[in-house]
């Protein structure tokens, strides 16, 4: 059976993410090679040279271009006639022992047009030279085989001209960049003691990095075993010292001595380890090696990923045997947390106290979580705010839901003794607490509507005040009816609690639009508590005619300027003014019907209130007034009582209005928020 090269190179998938596996395959290659060698470890090498190309499509901070070619050479035993064979051989099992599958050669056919070798090595007594071309369209290309002159092992490998756009676009990395990552794929054979000495070279600046010093800032910190089911799995623990821009302590998947793909977070299945580790003044960050048959049986013939399924999933078949990333990494959760039991503690307590500072200051509707430990445990550590406020909604959603099922059961059973009663007294404690929360944020909504009414109020760095519109538009949007905006959307509790239950309220429509009545008088805020005598389509109540039971006007002056000045300095006018004419469109006209034909009937006896804010109440205008029968109260406002048209009107500047907002929420907030 023939298989054509260019067949095995088209089934190898690489991705951006193996923009540097190419040449991890060649330099593992001459790691085995040397690992075959007799010769001292201490003279071991492996040269790798760095020829850059064009510049990156998107240009990266470092100025670096992309990878065009890589040259490495080794002095290991070479290409021999056994090593020759196999690699003329896919899926050669020859260096299986090695962990060699066969097809790294395929796997940088599918980046680089070209592999070329030379290579210089002792055989059957003698010094042989070998050199010979690998590519996709003339596979093995033997050049020369002779008697070497030279009596010296070296072997060199040239990758040429890299065509694949992927890996090309995403090779340009500087040589410290392309040091760490060998670093990482070779950690292995540097913990077993069989890394030789690596150095990195590039043409383009002419810089070098000795790999081997990197190695020595890693210190090997502990080896663990553990077994997920009947698979023994081993960990190397190793920390390195916290530099540069590096934030993550990571977890790295090993099959036949080199690192599979990319590694991985550990915050992603366990968020303890979101920080470094403490240790003698120092902060460190850990990688983890985990190597095992089972992960050199399950590794992709590429070397950049498992067949191990990512979590465990419902089945009709039996799982019980299956292992998953999931079980894992539960298992090394564990060995992670009894290893570094201290670190944990302080994470745990980290972790708690940004919980309780998140829900103190974001989210009181969580503060009943505050008295009760076993929940804020319960909380994985280190979530971000949204994951954290997901979380904590789920914890909230679920116990109330429980608390109210319990509640519900014990009404319907109706099964009272003493033990039920004392369950169902626990139940409506914790209910009482969970609505508490409610409350609180509630009032925290609240608390924030009051300040920014202040803000509105006080003049910018320019000396302008925020508009009439704008402050109105906080209380009630303007132009909408309650039919057009929730309860949630407006803030009438500011003006008086008792308004914001009434049935229909309109803001800055002309009465013509939700009345019969001609006019083109609009009141700022007009509410009824009933709704039937406006012929809008937008009016809405429990009963479609009879008696308004009461009618309420607010009239808004804008604040900072001298709209309060209603004659243009002349104060010879009553508060009263600004409203009367509203209640006397109602009140005086006949025949008033709602949207239905219906009759409504306003009388002198409707309850009728007027609210009037001002910015200022002027000494001459208030002066006036009290000559009127205005009084004022303890308070700082002025009212008026008309008994014959059963009407009170009543007049306060912004100021006050917010200062009596703020004194009777001042309880609620004190209690609440401290």
Same mark, same amino acid.
């Given at each position: 059976?023939?298989?054509?090269?260019?067949?095995?190179?088209?089934?190898?998938? $690489?991705?951006?993410?193996?923009?540097?596996?190419?040449?991890?395959?060649?330099?593992?290659?001459?790691?085995?090679?040397? @690992?075959?060698?007799?010769? &001292?470890?201490?003279?071991?090498?492996?040269?790798?040279?760095?020829?850059?190309?064009?510049?990156?499509?998107?240009?990266?901070?470092?100025?670096?271009?992309?990878?065009?070619?890589?040259?490495?050479?080794?002095?290991?035993?070479?290409?021999?006639?056994?090593?020759? +064979?196999?690699?003329?051989?896919?899926?050669?099992?020859?260096?299986?022992?090695?962990?060699?599958?066969?097809?790294?050669?395929?796997?940088?056919?599918?980046?680089?047009?070209?592999?070329?070798?030379?290579?210089?090595?002792?055989?059957?007594?003698?010094?042989?030279?070998?050199?010979?071309?690998?590519?996709?369209?003339?596979?093995?290309?033997?050049?020369?085989?002779?008697?070497?002159?030279?009596?010296?092992?070296?072997?060199?490998?040239?990758?040429?001209?890299?065509?694949?756009?992927?890996?090309?676009?995403?090779?340009?990395?500087? $040589?410290?960049?392309?040091?760490?990552?060998?670093?990482?794929?070779?950690?292995?054979?540097?913990?077993?003691?069989?890394?030789?000495?690596?150095?990195?070279?590039?043409?383009?600046?002419?810089?070098? =990095?000795?790999?081997?010093?990197?190695?020595?800032?890693?210190?090997?910190? %502990?080896?663990?075993?553990?077994?997920?089911?009947?698979?023994?799995?081993?960990?190397?623990?190793?920390?390195?010292?916290? =530099?540069?821009?590096?934030?993550?302590?990571?977890?790295?998947?090993?099959?036949?001595? #080199?690192?599979?793909?990319?590694?991985?977070?550990?915050?992603?299945?366990?968020?303890?380890?979101?920080?470094?580790?403490?240790?003698?003044?120092?902060?460190?960050?850990?990688?983890?090696?985990?190597?095992?048959?089972?992960?050199?049986?399950?590794?992709?013939?590429?070397?950049?990923?498992?067949?191990?399924?990512?979590?465990?999933? &419902?089945?009709?078949?039996?799982?019980?045997?299956?292992?998953?990333? @999931?079980?894992?990494? &539960?298992?090394?959760?564990?060995?992670?947390?009894?290893?570094?039991?201290?670190?944990?503690?302080?994470?745990?307590?980290?972790?708690?106290?940004?919980?309780?500072?998140?829900?103190?200051?974001?989210?009181? #509707?969580?503060?009943?979580?505050?008295?009760?430990?076993?929940?804020?445990?319960?909380?994985?550590?280190? $979530?971000?705010?949204? %994951?954290?406020?997901?979380?904590?909604?789920?914890?909230?959603?679920?116990?109330?839901?429980?608390?109210?099922?319990?509640?519900?059961?014990?009404?319907?059973?109706?099964?009272?003794?003493?033990?039920?009663?004392?369950?169902?007294?626990?139940?409506?404690?914790?209910?009482?607490?969970?609505?508490?929360?409610?409350?609180?944020?509630?009032?925290?909504?609240?608390?924030?509507?009051? @300040?920014?009414?202040?803000?509105?109020?006080?003049?910018?760095?320019?000396?302008?005040?925020?508009?009439?519109?704008?402050?109105?538009?906080?209380?009630?949007?303007?132009?909408?009816?309650?039919?057009?905006?929730?309860?949630?959307?407006?803030?009438?509790?500011?003006?008086?609690?008792?308004?914001?239950?009434?049935?229909?309220?309109?803001?800055? +429509?002309?009465?013509?639009?939700?009345?019969?009545?001609?006019?083109?008088?609009?009141?700022?805020?007009?509410?009824?508590?009933?709704?039937?005598?406006?012929?809008?389509?937008?009016?809405?109540?429990?009963?479609?005619?009879?008696?308004?039971?009461?009618?309420?006007?607010?009239?808004?002056?804008?604040?900072?300027?001298?709209?309060?000045?209603?004659?243009?300095?002349?104060?010879?006018?009553?508060?009263?003014?600004?409203?009367?004419?509203?209640?006397?469109?109602?009140?005086?006209?006949?025949?008033?019907?709602?949207?239905?034909?219906?009759?409504?009937?306003?009388? =002198?006896?409707?309850?009728?209130?007027?609210?009037?804010?001002?910015?200022?109440?002027?000494?001459?205008?208030?002066?006036?007034?009290?000559?009127?029968?205005?009084?004022?109260?303890?308070?700082?406002?002025?009212?008026?009582?008309?008994?014959?048209?059963?009407?009170?009107?009543?007049?306060?500047?912004?100021?006050?209005?917010?200062?009596?907002?703020?004194?009777?929420?001042?309880?609620?907030?004190?209690?609440?928020?401290?």
């Amino acid at each position: 059976m023939i298989v054509p090269v260019e067949n095995i190179v088209e089934n190898v998938d $690489l991705t951006a993410d193996d923009a540097l596996l190419p040449m991890m395959e060649c330099i593992v290659n001459s790691i085995i090679s040397l @690992q075959q060698s007799t010769i &001292n470890n201490d003279d071991k090498e492996i040269q790798i040279k760095i020829i850059r190309g064009r510049s990156p499509h998107q240009p990266n901070f470092d100025n670096v271009n992309t990878i065009d070619s890589i040259i490495i050479t080794d002095n290991g035993i070479g290409f021999n006639e056994k090593n020759y +064979k196999s690699f003329e051989t896919p899926f050669s099992k020859i260096n299986k022992q090695f962990g060699c599958k066969g097809i790294g050669r395929f796997t940088v056919l599918a980046a680089f047009e070209s592999l070329k070798i030379k290579s210089t090595y002792y055989e059957k007594e003698e010094w042989h030279y070998r050199e010979f071309e690998f590519n996709s369209e003339d596979e093995l290309k033997p050049i020369d085989l002779k008697i070497s002159e030279i009596k010296t092992n070296k072997t060199t490998v040239e990758l040429r001209n890299c065509f694949n756009e992927i890996i090309k676009e995403k090779s340009a990395l500087s $040589l410290l960049q392309i040091s760490e990552k060998i670093m990482e794929h070779c950690l292995i054979y540097y913990l077993n003691d069989n890394l030789p000495s690596i150095a990195l070279y590039d043409t383009d600046n002419e810089q070098v =990095e000795y790999i081997n010093e990197l190695f020595k800032k890693v210190s090997k910190e %502990k080896e663990r075993t553990f077994f997920v089911k009947d698979k023994q799995f081993k960990i190397y623990i190793t920390k390195t010292l916290k =530099e540069g821009n590096r934030k993550n302590n990571y977890v790295y998947y090993c099959a036949n001595s #080199r690192v599979v793909g990319n590694p991985k977070n550990i915050k992603s299945f366990n968020t303890l380890f979101n920080y470094p580790i403490s240790k003698n003044g120092n902060l460190y960050f850990l990688n983890v090696y985990v190597v095992s048959e089972f992960l050199n049986k399950k590794a992709f013939s590429t070397r950049n990923g498992f067949n191990i399924p990512k979590e465990n999933e &419902n089945s009709l078949f039996d799982n019980s045997k299956l292992v998953t990333f @999931q079980d894992i990494e &539960n298992k090394l959760t564990e060995v992670l947390e009894d290893e570094y039991d201290q670190f944990v503690k302080d994470a745990k307590i980290k972790s708690q106290q940004q919980i309780e500072t998140y829900i103190i200051n974001n989210a009181p #509707r969580y503060r009943s979580f505050l008295k009760n430990p076993s929940i804020l445990n319960s909380v994985p550590p280190n $979530l971000s705010e949204d %994951k954290l406020e997901e979380h904590l909604y789920k914890i909230s959603y679920s116990a109330r839901k429980k608390v109210e099922n319990h509640i519900e059961k014990f009404i319907n059973e109706k099964q009272i003794s003493e033990e039920s009663i004392e369950r169902i007294k626990d139940d409506i404690r914790e209910k009482t607490a969970y609505d508490i929360d409610s409350l609180a944020d509630y009032m925290t909504r609240r608390k924030a509507i009051i @300040q920014l009414f202040e803000k509105f109020l006080d003049a910018d760095e320019e000396g302008k005040y925020k508009l009439e519109e704008d402050v109105h538009n906080l209380i009630f949007p303007m132009g909408l009816t309650n039919n057009e905006t929730s309860y949630e959307n407006h803030n009438l509790w500011l003006l008086d609690e008792r308004f914001i239950n009434y049935k229909f309220i309109a803001s800055d +429509k002309p009465i013509t639009s939700y009345s019969q009545k001609r006019s083109s008088k609009e009141a700022d805020l007009l509410l009824v508590e009933n709704p039937e005598m406006f012929d809008n389509p937008i009016s809405f109540g429990n009963r479609s005619s009879g008696e308004v039971n009461s009618m309420v006007i607010f009239e808004f002056k804008r604040p900072g300027e001298i709209a309060h000045q209603k004659n243009k300095g002349d104060y010879r006018w009553q508060f009263s003014d600004l409203v009367e004419p509203y209640f006397d469109e109602f009140l005086y006209k006949q025949d008033k019907k709602n949207y239905r034909g219906n009759h409504i009937v306003i009388t =002198e006896n409707t309850p009728k209130f007027g609210f009037i804010v001002l910015d200022v109440i002027p000494p001459l205008l208030a002066k006036y007034n009290e000559g009127k029968g205005w009084k004022k109260t303890p308070f700082g406002t002025y009212y008026k009582i008309q008994s014959e048209l059963n009407m009170h009107i009543e007049v306060m500047t912004f100021r006050k209005l917010l200062d009596i907002a703020q004194n009777r929420h001042s309880t609620f907030f004190d209690k609440l928020f401290g």
